[in-house]
């Protein structure tokens, strides 16, 4: 009676040990191919598809032998704890990536929308974290933003300003719900396509600013990590 005890007692570490380490198993491979294949958190390598399918299949062809063949589970029980692990897996999963997943807002905003002949024009360039952990970037210049200014024509339009700049990359960290703020002023002189006698004429005028990619050896206005635009109206009166 007593080796009968202990044997049942054996059995029924045995079964629990078996079920936590199939748990563990979906669990994970039910993280990674979210994280690798939906998320995209990681670029995957060229194997992976192949590796992550075996797996899937070798863990339920050993977990079938014991737990359906060896009459240790119903193949409806089989099914919700499968089923109910991966529920678990993927709500898990999907709350890290929204804790750890950067989400910003750039925004170039100015003190008024008209101005006049000569009026400074005050700009407001800010980077705002709205993720729930601090998160970093590296920027190709160390200002981090890049502002260029364009007078409207009727077809297209053409730079008239843009902000000094010094290509030294550097890295910024920014706080859950802090900004990162850049103030700029434009006395409505030219800084580009300069031409003797020229000045700055009426009309509709746009706001670009950027901050550019430090992985990027294109011009700094192509490859940014982030951009946005405002308009604003010079009038003559």
Not at 134 to 152: A, D, G, L, M, W
Not at 157 to 186: A, D
Not at 215 to 223: N, Y
């Amino acid at each position: 009676m007593l080796k009968e005890n202990v044997r049942k007692m054996a059995n029924k570490t045995k079964f629990r040990l078996y079920t936590l380490l199939f748990c563990v198993i979906v669990f994970v491979l039910t993280a990674v191919g979210l994280a690798f294949l939906y998320y995209e958190m990681l670029p995957p390598p060229f194997w992976f598809v192949f590796a992550y399918l075996v797996a899937w299949i070798l863990v339920f062809g050993v977990a079938f032998d014991f737990f359906i063949i060896g009459a240790k589970l119903s193949k409806k029980k089989f099914l919700l704890l499968t089923f109910g692990v991966i529920i678990i897996s993927i709500t898990a999963t999907h709350s890290v990536w929204a804790i750890v997943t950067p989400r910003w807002s750039f925004s170039v905003t100015t003190d008024k929308n008209t101005y006049r002949l000569g009026e400074e024009v005050k700009i407001t360039v800010s980077l705002k974290n709205l993720g729930f952990v601090t998160h970093s970037f590296k920027s190709r210049v160390i200002e981090p933003v890049f502002i260029i200014i364009e007078y409207e024509y009727t077809d297209h339009t053409i730079p008239v300003w843009c902000s000094s700049v010094h290509e030294i990359i550097t890295g910024f960290s920014i706080k859950p719900n802090q900004s990162l703020e850049r103030n700029f002023v434009w006395n409505q002189t030219k800084s580009v396509n300069i031409e003797f006698g020229e000045e700055i004429e009426p009309g509709g005028y746009y706001i670009k600013t950027f901050i550019p990619s430090a992985d990027s050896t294109m011009p700094i206005t192509v490859d940014n990590l982030f951009w946005a635009w405002a308009s604003i109206n010079i009038t003559s009166t």
